[in-house]
């Protein structure tokens, strides 16, 4: 569960690690996953959505676990470095509840990707859900959809995922013709 200091839920990325080697290697299964490369050490990572509730399902063991909101917010176990909070998962299950504040004061600025693609382009794999939770947990304000020939527009999703008071989307378009890329939007 995450929160910020007043008790609101919040987006976010969890992280769990393993303590020492895990027991299957991400860089085994990760094409399955859609994400992008992980480190091997890394046995689950989620994005929570807007509703500040995740589940995620790891083998028995030892585990460091690490919550974390983007650049603008502080990070859970407010620790440096960021190695995570041990988790005994050895015996039973786990509920965690990081508090993540807003460290930066951003007043008057956005931060924005203008150029994402994810499932409608030929060269990413990320469904368009996992793009705008990926977006949302990292706290990016605006997310502009550049997939190669194909107009995605990410509002469905956004609005389904519940995620409008933290993302806005902007409808783009990569056009590739035989000579560079150009993005539209």
């Keep these: 569960k995450v929160k910020d200091p007043f008790g609101a839920p919040l987006p976010a990325k969890v992280q769990v690690r393993c303590e020492g080697p895990c ?3 991400w860089s085994s299964y990760e094409r399955f996953m859609e994400l992008e490369p992980q480190a091997d050490d890394l046995a689950a990572l989620a994005y ?3 509703q500040g ?3 995620l ?3 028995p063991g030892n585990y460091r676990v690490s919550v ?4 603008e917010w502080s990070a859970w176990p407010d620790t440096f470095p960021l190695l995570g909070a041990p988790v005994d998962l050895s015996a039973q299950d786990a509920t965690l509840e990081a508090t993540l504040a807003h460290v930066v004061d951003t007043t008057g600025w956005m931060s924005a990707d203008l150029h994402v693609h994810a499932v409608n382009s030929a060269d990413a794999q990320p469904t368009n859900e996992s793009r705008v939770l990926a977006f949302a947990a990292e706290g990016v304000d605006v997310l502009v959809s550049t ?3 194909w107009v995605t527009d990410y509002t469905p999703v956004i609005q389904k995922l519940g995620a409008q008071s933290v993302l806005a989307s902007v409808i783009g378009c990569e056009v590739s013709p035989t000579w560079g890329h150009h993005n539209l939007f």
């Design 23 to 25: 027991p299957v290697k």
């Design 48 to 50: 929570v959505p807007p």
């Design 53 to 55: 509730s995740a589940t």
């Design 57 to 59: 399902t790891v083998p």
């Design 68 to 71: 974390t909101r983007g650049p």
């Design 147 to 149: 997939d190669h020939e």
